[in-house]
């Protein structure tokens, strides 16, 4: 008898043990599946930007109502939400754009973190050149709402900060009814920059654009990264909504050292942890917050997130890692991008201190 119960009992554990097994393939699986996009006749592209680990939302300050009253953040909606973009108004698909994101292993090489999990990375002193760490940092990706950045280059080339932008139903539509601003609210140009740079607004960018006319305003920002040397950087449209906005982590690099040394005060903008700003139909004072994760800390030169579900999690910035020594981050395809930003700064922070002894 007691054998029989000895035996029925190691028959139940693999029972389980199988069951957690299958649990566990299936899940892999569907991680590996997670991001990929489907290309009919029109381009599927996630209907919110750039939501992990981010900060708060914006309070009422001065008898103003949030910003975000009564509307959920544009960058916390849900990850199977979707919005379809015509194909007239993202144009064609370039021969080297990357349609979805497919998970591919992380292979290590003498300048590879080994704790990131991201598809790809860079990490680059800004001032000498030199690479620290790297993986296919000449692949491109889809990058999302890092477009603001350039973005804010263009609007604040083009248009005169004081100058007030009405939001139109127009507007909104164009970001699918996933808006950080409410329809006939107004604003500076100055404030919408800050807007469009903190909570990654999608309407704040189409109302810039517009405001100065958005084939021209789109044709400038192509431009500027012709300017900044990004020769493997494409923009078809304004807000970082469609996958076909891509570049590399090295355009990146680029782009963020084009900003340090000649646009300092959009980066500026973005190292803020909150900002007032004032719609200007009714006065009324609103605090926003950053979603940037490293917005505020005394380290962080400045930089942009940026998700879509066929990029996933996309980070780039600029750090102080010594008194006299800036680097440019770039982490493109995570899971987790700021987990994956810690791992880079802390192994970038661990090479710099050894290449010094």
């Known amino acids: 008898m007691k054998n029989k119960t000895l035996f029925q009992t190691v028959i139940l554990s693999l029972v389980i043990l199988s069951s957690l097994y299958a649990t566990q393939l299936v899940a892999t699986r569907s991680r590996t599946n997670e991001g990929t996009a489907q290309v009919a006749d029109s381009f599927i592209v996630s209907a919110h930007n750039d939501a992990q680990r981010a900060p708060a939302q914006s309070s009422t300050v001065a008898g103003g109502d949030s910003i975000m009253a009564n509307q959920p953040l544009v960058d916390q909606t849900s990850t199977q939400e979707a919005q379809t973009i015509s194909r007239a108004s993202l144009g064609t698909t370039p ?4 349609v979805s994101a ?13 704790t990131v999990g991201a598809e790809l990375y860079l990490v680059k002193n800004i001032k000498n050149g030199n690479i620290v760490f790297e993986q296919r940092s000449g692949d491109s990706w889809p990058i999302a709402s890092i477009t603001k950045l350039v973005t804010a280059v263009v609007a604040s080339d083009s248009l005169n900060k004081d100058t007030i932008v009405s939001i139109t139903d127009a507007i909104q539509e164009k970001t699918g009814g996933q808006n950080t601003l409410r329809a006939q609210e107004s604003y500076t140009v100055n404030d919408l920059l800050t807007i469009l740079l903190l909570q990654s607004s999608n309407d704040a960018a189409y109302a810039l654009a517009d405001a100065f006319g958005y084939d021209e305003f789109l044709k400038r920002m192509n431009e500027v990264a012709k300017k900044a040397g990004m020769s493997h950087t494409t923009f078809q449209e304004v807000s970082g909504l469609s996958y076909l906005n891509q570049s590399t982590p090295n355009d990146l690099a680029k782009l963020l050292s084009y900003l340090w040394q000649s646009y300092p005060s ?11 700003v004032v719609e200007q139909t009714s006065k009324k004072t609103k605090t926003i917050s950053n979603i940037d994760y490293y917005a505020g800390r005394a380290t962080f030169v ?7 579900e066929q990029s996933r999690g996309n980070i780039i910035g ?3 890692m010594s008194d006299d020594a800036l680097y440019s981050v770039e982490v493109l395809g995570s899971y987790d991008r700021f987990k994956d930003m810690d791992a880079l700064l802390s192994c970038a922070s661990r090479s710099i201190q050894s290449s010094q002894q």
Do not use: H, M, W
Request: proline share 3%; with cysteine; glycine share 8%.
């Open 95 to 98: 021969s080297d754009v990357v």
């Open 102 to 114: 497919s998970v591919i292993p992380n292979t290590s090489d003498k300048y590879s973190c080994d």
């Open 266 to 276: 959009v980066l500026e903008i973005t190292r803020q942890s909150s900002a007032r």
């Open 302 to 308: 400045g930089g942009k997130t940026g998700y879509i």
């Open 318 to 320: 600029i750090f102080r």
